[in-house]
């Protein structure tokens, strides 16, 4: 255990510990013949626990005025979990609520709940995180570009926060899914592999990427080890990712066929779950739970800690001593039958 001070001058008036053993406060007596006063071992013992009691009072002080405290340390520890990197839709798109397929396959509004699509992820996910108390997250919401707002952290209140405060205020139209892909890859760049790695996408649409930054993406997902598990938030006129969906104008009129036949083309362990209501996405999110339960170590910092408030407890502790004995402290001697 290493431990370092704010303030090293306070000891240079650790000369002040001698103090005690110079003089000790108290009353002189004067005795007319001093050698009729008996010598009082008790007493000779007393007053040397007192010097030495305000020698460690003073020293006490001193270490505690010089501002101690540990060091940071960091520890490793083993959980079960993942290290998830969050992508986060805030495109106008997600201010919709669901569409909800009927038996024929036409699209409607899921008019029993009207939940936008953007509420509806956040509750999921705050369930999510608090279910997962072991997993590293990482946040980053977009839309024209990606804001990273959250590195890989244990630190779930913040990420909840962000969250929750996602569902407010305008969202923008467009959407950059290259560049959020990018972005959230860049979490895990220069950082031990330690646990599972998860980019976890929660949109409801999709874009066509150029040729160079797929090839980029997919040598990235593959060089850092990456799942892929996109949230596939369906809204209305969606026709789905599934191929007999699609029609007759081709992937390329459907951004989100496109994206989904590129994550299965990288090489990287991939799965899309489709949700038009708040159920289907549950159980994306539960399934997704019950794949990611894999050991993850980890690093743990303990911040550094104050001594300074121990130091002045044990100066109150060895001060306590002389207050009780400067109580019965003796200021002059009466003979018996003095005449007063």
Known sequence: ??????????????????????????????????????????????????????????????FGL????????????????????LLL??????????????????????????????????????????????????????SSRPIRLFPLTRNHDSIQGAINASVYGKSLAETDIAAVLLEGLSFFSNRSYTASRVLMLISDGGAQIDPRTRQEIAELSNRYQISIYWIYLRGRGSPGLSEDQIDSAGSGAVPEFFLHKYFQS?????KVYEASDNNQLKNALKEIDKLQKLPTRFQVITPPKSLSDTAFL???????????????????????????
Do not use: H
């Open 66 to 85: 010089s501002g101690p405290y540990y060091g940071q340390r960091m520890t490793v520890s083993t959980g079960i979990g993942a290290e998830i990197v």
């Open 89 to 142: 839709d805030r495109s106008r798109s997600m201010d919709q609520p669901y569409g909800k397929v009927d038996f024929s396959r036409s699209l409607i509004i899921n008019t029993r709940e009207m939940t936008t699509k953007k509420e509806a992820a956040k509750n999921v996910l705050s369930n999510f995180i608090s279910n997962r108390p072991d997993d590293f997250f990482g946040l980053v919401n977009f």
């Open 1 to 62: 255990m290493q431990i370092y001070f704010e303030s090293l001058w306070v000891f240079s008036l650790l000369p002040l510990a001698a103090l005690p053993w110079i003089k000790l406060p108290s009353t002189t007596i004067e005795v007319r013949n001093l050698p009729i006063v008996p010598i009082d071992r008790e007493n000779n013992l007393i007053e040397l626990m007192i010097r030495l009691t305000l020698t460690i009072t003073i020293i006490s002080c001193l």
């Open 266 to 270: 990288i090489g990287v362990p991939y």
């Open 314 to 340: 044990w100066a109150f502790v060895f001060f306590t001593p002389f207050l009780i004995f400067s109580m019965f402290e003796v200021t002059r001697w009466e003979l018996q039958g003095e005449q007063k």
